[in-house]
């Protein structure tokens, strides 16, 4: 008799919900862990099993990696899938995983050590012949010796935590003057986040376009891409709005970084989903920038315009399936916009906003898609990332896309906290925006105007 599959989500929120629903429709038994705080969390509700592994606290239950382990060994699982964050890129989790035989839905942790080593991941990219932003050629020993480095590269110039993720431990340092300072302050913010202080040095590339590729790679020697994905709405280094595709990228371009993000996935013998970080400047030059081993945020853009469920292939890939989809058959049907949709106040300069939810109403229709956990009555909590939902639209244009999500925005209501439900609306009518022309400094140069013209509006 087979034994049927039963796969742990060692996450929570929407990402854990996405995973069990791409469960269920492939038959596969999920057993959710949480927090004591998450305890009347939607991915509990719907998991087949749910295990409590600890406190409030990230450290004390989604990153304590004996207690996740120890909650797949007891109820059967032999797959754990991480979603994004938490242990999602930690080699030692994963070399864990490994050694009790249980699936990793992911890439192997002798991979993510490299990839997720930024500086390493630089040098793989090199010796693959993919372009990089000129900067050290790895890690940086001491402050005195990156100031000699940055003289020499000129300024501006970026110290990136070599660990980091997320848009933290980067920082931008615009004369020697500076530096010094710079440099221990984000050694601090690199350990802190990261429990690893190790820096490198790269050229500044003022306001370019964060572009993204979306790769696919079985244990049978396939290898595929699924175009890309534009991630220049940002703030703070934190994405807020993406869109695929990008509005800046021609077909000759797509497929220049297509062929290179595959190539970079190959030498370094990569498996599952994982996404290729560029920067790309006025010019059109992209340079890579990092991988991303995991499922991103941002993937049901590439699901909505590909048709491809992403995290089934994921799964489907663990399970030493071959990939079916071929480089040739792929096409883009459409276009897709993301909009993050997050527990902030963006007018008290994006102040967290936890507390009760009062309220909802849903959008919906043709091509409007919400990835979310939340309720009426759902406490949304202090403890964990402010993400309430993600709302995905979908048109045959660009320009249909917007205006689907102008009026999908208008009918998302959520009462009894504040969200930027009402800034990301701002945003799609802005006409740095409308006109696909915005890069990574959006946010920036626009906040204060935007800011101005909702409180002239206000007061009309």
Known sequence: ?????????????????????????LGILTVAIYSKADENSLHVKLADEAVCIGGNLSKDSYLNMSRVLSAAIATGCNAIHPGYG????????????????????GPKASVIEKLGDKATARKIAISASIPVVEGSEGIIENAKEGLKIAKKIGYPVMIKASSGGGGKGISIVYSDQDFLSVFEKTQLEAMA????????????????????????ADHHGNTIHLFERDCSMQRRNQKMIEEAPS????????????????????????????????????EGKFYFIEMNTRIQVEHPVTEMITGVDLIKEQIKIAYDKKITLKQKDLTILGHAIECRINAENPF??????????????LPGGLGVRIDGFIYPDY????????????????????KEA?????????????????????????????PEFIKGSYDTGFIARFHSVMMEEYHEEFIK
Request: hydrophobic share 40%; aromatic share 10%.
């Open 1 to 25: 008799m087979k034994t049927q599959n039963k796969i742990l989500i060692a996450n929570r929120g929407e990402i854990a919900v996405r995973i069990i629903r791409a469960c269920k429709e």
């Open 86 to 105: 938490f242990l999602s890129e930690n080699p030692k989790f994963v070399s864990m995983v490994e050694e009790c035989q249980i699936r990793f839905i």
């Open 193 to 216: 986040n990261f429990g690893d202080n190790q820096l490198y040095i790269e050229k500044f590339i003022s306001n370019p376009r964060h572009i993204e590729i979306q790769i696919l």
């Open 247 to 282: 509005s800046f990228i021609n077909d000759s371009l797509r497929k220049k970084m297509g062929q290179a993000a595959v190539k970079l996935a190959k030498t370094v013998g990569y498996t599952n989903a994982g996404t290729v970080e560029f920067l790309v400047d006025k």
């Open 348 to 361: 008290k300069n994006f102040m967290p906003t936890p507390g009760r939810i009062k309220r909802i109403l």
């Open 379 to 398: 406490d949304v909590l202090p403890f964990y990332d402010s993400m309430l939902s993600k709302l995905i639209v979908f048109g045959k244009t660009r």
């Open 402 to 430: 917007i205006r689907k999500m102008r009026v999908a925005l208008e009918q998302f209501v959520i009462e009894g906290i504040d969200t930027n439900i009402e800034y990301q609306y701002m945003i799609m009518h802005h």
